[in-house]
Nanobody
């Protein structure tokens, strides 16, 4: 079992930046691919970005490509999401997730572990 704890959310203004962190409880973190999703009220969970276990390949949703950057530090059992040029429509609860196998990064049901989420609110 792996516990994930997100942090770094908050209330910011449009155009600001935030860096989210997701700390994993076990060293086996380095065996998992990691992703970030978000969910706004009344909306489905949306894939944002993914990174392979080694960190050498990343994937992004078109909605955040060029603004968000996913990275990981396996020595610290942590995955990050750097978010720049934030917009009010980025307001949501942000979740990190881990998966061991498969390449369907955008499918929430394929993930093995989820964090509890961190709220990001962007004011205009």
């Amino acid at each position: 079992q792996v516990q994930l704890v997100e942090s770094g959310g908050g209330l910011v203004q449009a155009g600001d930046s935030l860096r989210l962190s997701c700390a994993a409880s076990r060293r086996t973190f380095s065996s998992y691919g990691a992703s970030w999703f978000r969910q706004a009220p009344g909306e489905e969970r949306e894939f944002l970005a993914a990174i392979t276990w080694s960190g050498d390949i990343t994937y992004y949703a078109d909605s955040v490509k060029g603004r968000f950057t996913i990275s990981r530090d396996n020595a610290k059992n942590t995955v990050y999401l750097q978010m720049n040029s934030l917009k009010p429509e980025d307001t949501a609860v942000y979740y990190c997730a881990l998966k061991r196998y498969g390449s369907r990064w955008f499918v929430p049901e394929d993930y093995d572990y989820w964090g509890q989420g961190t709220q990001v609110t962007v004011s205009s």
